[in-house]
C-alpha cells in the first residue's frame, strides 16, 4: 500500500494543476479506465446473476411460474446428494490444488535456467494447459479404459500391477478425475513458479553461497518466502476453479459411477437441464457462489495478515 | 560465481547429473506431451481401438478428417477462431485498461473493485447460461438483440477476472519512476501509459494472451446459447455433440478434438516466445 | 485532463466498433417458417432425413418450415428457448420425455379425433403419446423395440444355437468370452457388451430390456396418475440378479461397460471386442455396414425364468409446443408425420439415419419398406414391447434406477436384493416428489 500512496502524492506534486481539480482528477481516470470491464461484467455477470437469484425463489415453469420462497434452497440443502456433492467437489479441490502446487514447484525447480533446450522442455510440459477441457478429458478417458488394453494399465502391466479400474470403480473414479486435472494444473503452477522465480534477487544467493547456506537452507529463507504472493494468488485461483469443475466430470464420469464422482456442478446442471428443475439448479448455484466467496475472501483476508 | 537456477544446482556437473537431468527430462516430456501425441497419431489411424490409443499409425489416413468436414467441422472451426480473435483484442485492450487503473492509482472503492473481479470468477457459468441468455436476447437499456450474433458471443468474454488480476500485479512491479519522468516531461495519461507502462508489461501481455485465448476457445455454453442453429456452432460444442452421435465412430471424434486442440498449442507457442523473452529478461523486475 | 478522459471514450468506443464488425451472423428473422426441432446430431444422415421429411411436407401444405438439429444439447437449448417464452413450434423427441415437457407446461394437447389420420396409428403408440392425466400430449412419430444384435459368425464358428432361454444366452456369452471367437488367440472378446454407465441412465435403459423379459418392471399405475415403485419385486430382483452373475461370476461383460455409453459400446462392437449387443434398430445399418452384413444377426431378447416375453419400447413423438403462433401449421405437420408418406420418408428405405425406426403406421408395410430382413425381428418385437410408464417425469426415475443397477455391477460385493429395497424407497420418494404415488 504504501508505494501506491507515495505515487499519488509526487503525482500531484508533479502536475500543474490546482490541488483540488488534481483531488477528483486522479479518481475520475481510474474510474474511467475501469469502466469497460466494468460495464461488461455488469451486463454479462451480474445481471444474469440477480435473475438467477430471483429465479432460486421461484418455481419455473413455462405458463405460470409461482413464487416458493426458500423452498428451493430447503429442497436443495435438505438434499442428501447436494450434501455428498459438496464433499466431493471439495476433495477434488484440495487435491487437485495441492497435488498441482507441489508438482508444480518441484518442476519449476528442476527446469529453471537459462539454457535454450530447457525452453524445450518448458513449451512441451506446458502443452496441457492450453488445450481444451473438453478434448483432453476426452483423450484421458481413452487412456483410463479399464481393461488390460487400456493405455494406463499396459503401462501398470510392465511395473507388474494389475489393471485399475480407474473410472469405472466407486472407490478410484474421484482420484481419477484428480489425476487428470493434476495433470493439467501442474505445468499452468509450474509456469506461474518460474515466472517467480525469475523475479528473485540473484545476489541474494550469492551472499548466502558465501555464507555457505546448505540448498534447502536456501530454498526456506530465499526461494520460498519470495515466492509467497505467487502461492497465494495460485491457491486463491485453484479454490475458485477447484468448487466450479465441471467438464472434466462431466466427460469422464458424468458423476458416476453411482454418483461417486457427483460434484456440485454436475449436479446442478442435471437438475436445471435435464429435470428442468431451473429453481432448485439456481438455489444450488447461489449457494456454490456464496460459499465460495466466503472461501476466497477468508483467504485474501489471512494473506493480508500474513503480509502485514 | 554465477546463479543460474534459483537453488544455484547448476553447479553440479558430471556424467551423474546429466543423466538424471535426462531422465527428469524425458519424463516430463513423456508425461506431459505424450498423451497429445497419442491423439495426433490415432487421428490419422484408420483402424481404431476404442480402449487404446495407438503410437503409430496402423494404416495412415485422412478419412477422419473428411468425414469431420461432413460433419461441418471446418465451419466450426471458423466460427471458434472468428470468436478467439475478436474476443482476445478486446479482452485483453479491457484487461490492460483495467489493470493500470487498479495497480497505479488510489481511489475509494479499489477494495470492492478488486472483490468484484474475484467475484465474477467464482460466478457458475452454468447458472447465469438462462439469465444470460435473456440479457443477451434483450440487452437491458439498449434493447439490442446479440442472440446469433458473433458480437453475443465476443462481449461476454471481453471482461475476464483472471486476465485483469494477473495483468494487475505485473503492473505493480513495474517502477515508478519511469512513469514519473514521463510525467515530468509531460505525457498524459493514456500517452505515459502507452508508451511507458503497456511496452513493461509484455511478458504479462504473453500471459494474458495465451490464457484468454484458451478460455475463449474453451467456451461451450456462451457460444451455445447465443447460436440459434448449428451454423454458428464453436468447436467445443461441436464436440459434444459427436460424441454423443451413433452414426459418426472414435476417429471423427479424435480428428475434431484434435482439430480443437491445435490452434491454442499454436498459439501458445507463438506467443510464448515473447513470453519467454520477457522472462528472462525480467531483470527489470529485480 | 479531458485529453485522456476523451482518449478513453475514444477506446472504449474502438472496442466497441471492433467487436461490432464481428457481428454478421445469421441473425435469423422472425419469419412465418414452422419451426422444427429434432433430438440429432447436426448434419448427420438423420438431420437430412427430417430435412426432407420437412421439404415433402412444404410440398404438401405450402408452409415453410425450419429444422434444427441438436443432439446433446437439446434439453439446455430448449430451456434456453422457454426462458425466453420462444419455443420452436415442433419438437420430436423421445416418448419419455412427454411427462418432462408436459409438466413444465411446454405442450399443447393433441385432439386424437380431430387429427387426420390417427385412426390408421397402432393403440401402442398412441399410448405412449399419452401422459399420466390420460390425455393426449403428442402424435406418435416413430416407435422401436429393443433386440439383440449378435456376431453370427462367431455363434457359428463354436456350433452354438440361437439362444431361447436365458441360460442359453448365459452360455454363448461365455462362450464367446473364453473360446477366442475370432480366433486371434487373445482373449479380448466378450459377450454381452454393455452401455452401463449413468449418463442419462444408459445402465437403467439397457436392464429394462431384461426387467421386462421376466415380466418385471420399475414402477407400475395404480390407477389413473397413481403409480407405484417396484423396483423391489422378486421378477426385476431376478433379471438384475442375472445380470450382476454376468458381471461379476461369469465375466462375461466388456471391461468398463460401467463406464460406457452407447456411443464407446458402438464402437466396441464394431471393434470385435464382444458379440452380443442388446440394442435398437437403429444402428443396424451401421453395422451392417461397418462389421459385414452376413457377420451379424438379430434375434429377440429370450424370455425370462419367471415371465416374459417382453423388451424395452421406446418411439419419438411429434409434440406441439406451447405458445405457437401457428396452430394450425402444427396441426398439419402433425397430421403429415404420421401419414404413410411422411413415415416412409422417416424410414429411409435401408439406409442410415431413419428417423422413423418402425412405422407407428399401420398402413405402411415394413417388408415393402426395407429389404434387410433383421428389421422384422424388431417390428416381432415390438409386439411384446413395454414402454416406460406415464409418469409426470420419467428422467429422475430412470437416473435413480440407473444408479442403483450401476453400482450392484460396479461393486460385486453389493447385495442385489438390498440395493433394489433401496431403490425402491428412493423410486417411491421420488413418485411422491412428483405427486404421483
Excluded at chain 1, 436443495?76 to 508438482?103: K, M, P
Excluded at chain 2, 478419412?63 to 472468428?82: M, P
Excluded at chain 3, 474502438?14 to 414452422?34: F, I, P, R
Aim: glycine share 8%.
Amino acid at each position: 500500500m504504501t508505494p501506491t500512496l507515495t505515487r499519488a502524492k509526487s503525482r500531484s506534486a508533479a502536475s500543474h494543476q490546482s490541488p483540488r481539480m488534481a483531488r477528483w482528477r486522479g479518481p475520475l481516470v481510474a474510474w474511467a479506465f475501469l469502466a469497460p470491464a466494468l460495464v461488461l461484467f455488469l451486463y454479462f455477470k451480474f445481471i444474469p446473476m440477480i435473475t438467477g437469484l430471483v429465479m432460486s425463489f421461484q418455481e419455473i415453469r413455462y405458463i405460470d411460474t409461482t413464487w416458493v420462497g426458500f423452498d428451493n434452497y430447503a429442497a436443495i440443502l435438505s438434499d442428501d446428494a447436494f450434501l455428498t456433492a459438496i464433499w466431493h467437489s471439495a476433495v477434488l479441490a484440495i487435491g487437485t490444488t495441492v497435488g498441482s502446487l507441489l508438482l508444480g514447484f518441484c518442476f519449476a525447480l528442476l527446469i529453471e535456467g537459462p539454457a535454450k533446450y530447457l525452453w524445450f522442455i518448458r513449451t512441451a510440459a506446458f502443452l496441457p494447459v492450453v488445450t481444451t477441457m473438453a478434448a483432453v478429458a476426452e483423450v484421458w478417458r481413452i487412456m483410463y479404459y479399464p481393461g488390460d488394453t487400456g493405455l494406463l494399465n499396459t503401462i501398470l502391466g510392465w511395473v507388474a500391477l494389475g489393471p485399475q479400474p480407474f473410472l469405472a470403480s466407486e472407490d478410484t473414479s474421484l482420484l481419477s478425475i484428480m489425476g487428470m486435472s493434476i495433470w493439467r494444473g501442474t505445468p499452468y503452477d509450474m509456469m506461474v513458479f518460474l515466472a517467480g522465480l525469475v523475479g528473485i534477487d540473484r545476489t541474494l544467493y550469492e551472499a548466502s553461497a558465501v555464507d555457505g547456506a546448505s540448498v534447502w537452507r536456501r530454498l526456506r529463507h530465499i526461494t520460498l518466502p519470495a515466492l509467497r504472493p505467487v502461492f497465494w494468488i495460485l491457491f486463491t485461483l485453484a479454490a475458485i476453479r477447484g468448487l466450479r469443475v465441471f467438464v472434466e466430470v462431466y466427460v469422464l464420469t458424468n458423476g458416476g459411477p453411482n454418483g461417486s464422482s457427483e460434484v456440485l456442478m454436475t449436479l446442478i446442471y442435471k437438475l436445471g437441464f435435464q429435470s428442468g428443475e431451473l429453481g432448485i439448479a439456481s438455489a444450488g448455484g447461489i449457494v456454490l457462489f456464496a460459499a465460495t466467496l466466503v472461501l476466497t475472501v477468508g483467504v485474501q483476508l489471512m494473506r493480508r495478515r500474513q503480509a502485514a | 560465481m554465477k546463479f543460474d537456477s534459483a537453488l544455484g544446482l547448476e553447479m553440479r556437473r558430471g556424467p551423474l547429473a546429466v543423466l538424471f537431468k535426462i531422465v527428469i527430462y524425458a519424463g516430463m516430456v513423456l508425461i506431459f506431451a505424450g498423451p497429445l501425441f497419442g491423439l495426433l497419431v490415432s487421428a490419422f489411424n484408420k483402424t481404431l481401438d476404442p480402449t487404446s490409443f495407438s503410437f503409430w499409425p496402423d494404416e495412415f489416413t485422412l478419412d477422419n478428417f473428411v468425414q469431420a468436414g461432413n460433419r461441418n467441422v471446418y465451419l466450426y472451426l471458423f466460427n471458434s477462431f472468428v470468436v478467439v480473435g475478436f474476443g482476445l483484442l478486446l479482452q485483453v485492450l479491457v484487461s490492460v485498461f483495467a489493470a493500470y487503473s487498479l495497480a497505479r492509482k488510489k481511489f475509494k472503492g479499489m477494495s470492492l473493485v478488486m472483490l468484484i473481479m474475484l467475484a465474477t470468477m467464482m460466478l457458475p457459468e452454468e447458472i447465469i447460461a438462462i439469465p444470460l441468455s435473456l440479457v443477451l436476447a434483450d440487452m437491458p437499456l439498449l434493447n439490442v438483440n446479440l442472440i446469433g450474433t458473433y458480437a453475443g458471443m465476443i462481449l461476454p468474454v471481453g471482461a475476464w477476472g483472471f486476465s485483469i488480476l494477473v495483468m494487475t500485479e505485473f503492473m505493480k512491479e513495474v517502477p515508478v519512476e519511469l512513469e514519473e519522468s514521463a510525467r515530468l516531461d509531460g505525457a498524459g495519461e493514456l500517452r505515459t501509459f502507452f508508451t511507458i507502462i503497456l511496452p513493461l508489461c509484455r511478458p504479462a501481455l504473453g500471459v494474458i494472451g495465451v490464457f484468454g485465448f484458451t478460455m475463449i476457445w474453451d467456451q461451450y455454453l456462451l457460444p451455445l446459447i447465443v447460436a440459434p442453429e448449428s451454423d454458428m456452432w464453436t468447436l467445443p460444442i461441436a464436440l459434444r455433440s459427436l460424441r454423443g452421435d451413433e452414426e459418426v465412430g472414435l476417429g471423427v471424434l479424435l480428428a475434431a478434438t484434435l482439430l480443437a486442440l491445435l490452434p491454442s498449442i499454436i498459439a501458445f507457442l507463438a506467443f510464448q516466445k515473447q513470453f519467454m523473452r520477457g522472462l528472462t529478461s525480467g531483470a527489470v523486475k529485480g | 485532463m479531458s485529453r485522456s478522459v476523451l482518449g478513453v471514450a475514444i477506446a472504449t468506443a474502438l472496442t466497441v466498433t471492433l467487436t461490432g464488425c464481428g457481428s454478421g451472423g445469421s441473425e435469423s428473422a422472425t419469419d412465418d417458417a414452422l419451426e422444427i426441432w429434432i433430438r440429432q446430431a447436426p448434419d448427420s444422415d438423420s438431420h437430412k432425413t427430417a430435412q426432407k421429411l420437412a421439404d415433402g411436407f412444404t410440398k404438401a401444405s405450402g408452409i415453410k418450415t425450419k429444422v434444427v438439429a441438436l443432439l446433446d444439447d437439446f434439453e439446455t437449448k430448449l430451456q434456453q428457448q422457454a426462458a425466453q417464452k420462444d419455443l420452436p413450434d415442433i419438437v420430436i423427441n423421445d416418448t419419455a420425455q412427454i411427462g418432462n415437457m408436459q409438466t413444465q407446461g411446454w405442450l399443447r394437447e393433441v385432439d386424437k379425433a380431430s387429427l387426420a389420420g390417427s385412426d390408421k396409428v397402432s393403440e401402442t403408440a398412441w399410448k405412449a403419446a399419452t401422459a399420466s392425466d390420460g390425455k393426449t400430449w403428442g402424435a406418435p412419430f416413430s416407435s422401436q423395440a429393443f433386440a439383440i444384435i449378435a456376431r453370427k459368425d462367431w455363434r457359428e464358428k463354436l456350433g452354438l444355437e440361437v439362444p431361447k432361454t436365458w441360460d442359453d444366452l448365459a452360455a454363448l456369452a461365455k462362450a464367446f468370452t473364453e473360446k477366442d471367437p475370432d480366433g486371434n488367440g487373445k482373449a479380448d472378446s466378450a459377450g454381452l457388451l454393455i452401455p452401463a454407465s449413468t449418463k442419462r441412465g444408459y445402465a437403467s435403459w439397457y436392464a429394462s430390456s431384461f426387467i421386462y423379459a421376466n415380466g418385471g418392471d420399475f414402477v407400475t399405475s395404480s390407477g389413473t396418475g397413481t403409480f407405484g415403485a417396484t423396483m423391489n419385486d422378486t421378477k426385476t430382483v431376478e433379471a438384475v440378479q442375472w445380470l450382476q452373475d454376468q458381471f461379476c461370476d461369469a465375466k462375461t461383460v466388456n471391461p468398463g461397460a460401467v463406464n460406457n455409453d452407447t456411443a464407446v459400446t458402438h464402437e466396441v462392437f464394431e471393434n470385435n471386442q464382444g458379440g452380443l449387443y442388446l440394442t435398437g434398430p437403429y444402428v443396424l445399418a451401421r453395422f451392417a455396414g461397418s462389421i459385414g452384413t452376413d457377420k451379424i444377426e438379430v434375434f429377440p431378447v429370450p424370455k425370462g425364468p419367471s415371465g416374459g416375453p417382453g423388451t424395452l419400447g421406446e418411439g419419438e413423438n411429434v409434440y406441439l409446443m406451447a405458445g405457437s403462433q401457428n396452430e394450425d401449421g402444427q396441426k398439419k405437420f402433425a397430421e403429415y408425420a404420421i401419414s404413410a408418406e411422411g413415415q416412409r420418408i422417416g424410414m429411409n428405405k435401408d439406409a442410415n439415419g431413419a428417423i422413423v425406426r418402425l412405422p407407428v403406421n399401420t398402413e405402411v408395410d415394413l417388408a415393402a419398406e426395407r429389404q434387410d430382413p433383421r428389421w422384422q425381428v424388431f417390428q416381432d418385437a415390438y409386439a411384446n414391447a413395454v414402454y416406460a410408464p406415464p409418469v409426470p417425469n420419467w428422467a429422475p426415475i430412470r437416473q435413480s434406477s440407473a444408479d442403483a443397477l450401476n453400482a450392484v455391477w460396479a461393486d460385486c460385493g453389493k447385495d442385489v436384493k438390498t440395493e433394489m429395497e433401496a431403490a425402491n424407497t428412493k423410486l417411491t420418494q421420488e413418485l411422491q416428489n412428483q405427486k404421483a404415488s
